[in-house]
């Protein structure tokens, strides 16, 4: 039996963002179909249209202490990892979760896009 390996398009963005950004970084990062898309608590209202629009669940995640492939010294400060797109598509992917899109930005730098696949077990 093949199994479907999870796979997850997290974000980060500023306050702010828009639905056009949002939707921007997603094109930037695009990598097949997607099982759901991620974010952080404090940043969910502003990716549920998306989520919405494209049918897909909202994970919510935590990402403090999350080793990411890419690293923001700004982003490491405020949130605890390198990356809150990657930290919250590999929280979202599950077990043995790996990057497979490092984070990409869309071009007004308002959100950024990472993907992550689960091991799907």
Known sequence: MDLVKPRVAGFGLRAGAGLASLRAALDLAAFGPLSAIA?????????????????????????????????????????????????????AAGRGAVVVVKRVASADGMATCAVAEGDGT
Do not use: C, M, N, Y
Request: charged residues 20%.
């Open 39 to 91: 974010t952080i608590p404090e940043r969910a209202d502003t990716l549920r249209p998306l989520a919405q629009e494209l049918g897909l669940p909202l994970r919510i995640v935590r990402v403090q202490g999350v080793v990411t492939p890419t690293q923001s010294t700004r982003v490491q400060a405020r949130f605890g990892t390198g990356s809150v797109a990657e930290a919250a598509a590999l929280v």
